[in-house]
């Protein structure tokens, strides 16, 4: 074997160990980053929970694992319009949600504030499932807008504050059916399936 031969697998050695090396320092920097994520996503949910369970039963509203504020049928059947009851609800929660979310800990970590409209699978006598979907789109998107334009519009201090945060950041998306409830026995739950979710959505 040649000199140059030699030389030849020495490099490929060191650049195979190098490779190695440069593999296991991405996985560490990996693990640490979904580390982080795991830990920033379950102390908000502590800090959610914290705030909000006293108050989840009388607003028939849950918070989720991944942190979904989930407020269960607060529209009536068909109406965009929000009902005074929830408006109430609304004027209680918001102040105190953004207040948790622009905590130090979370507030540099947030890509957007989403509130999702969620309807159930149906639209009267509506049999055309195009339509029905159509319909629905537009039903859950003006509730999901007008619930945002209430929140937003809200003279509370916490609200007032971080007013230009909130035009980066919050957002409005109607879901139709596309993400229906179902009952433990998996049959659709349209009473839960209509739904106004607020979902955080990290960086």
């Not at 918001?94 to 970590?109: A, C, G, T, W």
Request: hydrophobic share 40%; net charge negative.
């Amino acid at each position: 074997m040649s000199d140059s031969e030699n030389n030849w697998i020495s490099i490929a050695d060191v650049m195979s160990a190098l490779m190695m090396v440069f593999m296991f320092i991405a996985i560490a920097f990996l693990y640490e980053m979904l580390n982080e994520k795991e830990i920033y996503k379950v102390s908000l949910n502590e800090a959610l929970h914290k705030e909000f369970d006293k108050d989840l039963e009388k607003w028939q509203a849950v918070i989720t694992d991944d942190n979904i504020m989930r407020f269960n049928s607060p529209f009536g059947v068909g109406s965009d319009a929000i009902p005074d009851s929830f408006k109430e609800i609304l004027e209680d929660y918001f102040p105190r949600y953004i207040k948790v979310l622009s905590d130090n800990q979370f507030i540099d970590e947030i890509d957007e504030i989403r509130v999702e409209g969620h309807t159930s699978k149906g639209w009267g006598s509506v049999q055309e499932e195009d339509q029905v979907y159509l319909l629905n789109m537009k039903l859950s998107q003006n509730r999901a807008s007008n619930v945002l334009e209430f929140c937003y519009g809200l003279e509370d201090g916490s609200v007032l504050q971080y007013k230009k945060w909130l035009q980066k950041n919050l957002r409005a998306n109607g879901m139709s059916f596309s993400k229906l409830l179902y009952t433990a026995s998996s049959e659709i739950d349209n009473t839960r399936s209509r739904r106004v979710e607020f979902k955080v959505l990290s960086k």
